[in-house]
């Protein structure tokens, strides 16, 4: 059974997940812790938890959620994962950062690139790659139909959708590629964003203004 923590890092607020199975093999998606006792939380929780990161991967490469990168490949000695389209993001983090008064190193560059339809495994957890661009040229969300459970980064929001006015942004691809590819989803789905709580596919059908 696949299980799911959240932490909170960064002034921007970006929401990082572990997620792991009864195997003790996890994922950490979208590292952005950015202070030591941020880095200090997740692998506190990592270690007391007895996880073994076997995969980091971006939903997306915009500052904010790839800037505890460097931290989480050097601690567990991962490559970062991420959709091809976002690379020239992640090369630029550090611009983008500075850009939004915030400090930062350099994140490591990507080593793995997945696409739309791409199944990423780890124990006996599998996650689905769902391409969204709109947000990123790159923006992905990872879904588990068994589980019920979407990762969205920052496409899909409770009761909102991602910014669309940052460099790459494109608003009518992105609510075209929410509805088409998210919105089909079993409405039980619990969706897990990369900023605020958590909602359903089918709370969002129903209320979300930028749905209608």
Known sequence: MMEIRKFTFNPVAVNTYVVWDETGECAIIDAGCSKP????????????????????????????????????????????????DDNSLVSNAKEQGGMFGIAM??????AKFFDEGDEITFGNT?????????????????????????????????????????????????????????????PATKVFPGHGPETTIGDEIKNNPFLQ
């Open 37 to 84: 006792a941020e880095e200090a939380a997740l692998a506190g929780f990592i270690e007391e938890k007895e996880l073994t990161p076997v995969k980091l991967l971006n939903t997306h490469g915009h500052f904010d959620h790839v800037i505890g990168n460097g931290f989480a490949a050097r601690q567990w000695d991962l490559e970062v994962e991420i959709h091809k």
């Open 105 to 110: 190193h350099q994140p490591p560059k990507p």
């Open 126 to 186: 599998t996650l689905k790659v769902i391409h969204v661009p709109g947000h990123s040229p790159g923006g992905v969300a990872f879904h588990n139909a068994k589980e019920k459970v979407l990762i969205a980064g920052d496409i899909l929001f409770y009761g909102s959708v991602g910014r669309t006015d940052l460099p790459g942004g494109e608003h009518e691809a992105l609510i075209t590629g929410i509805k088409s590819k998210l919105l089909g989803l079993d």
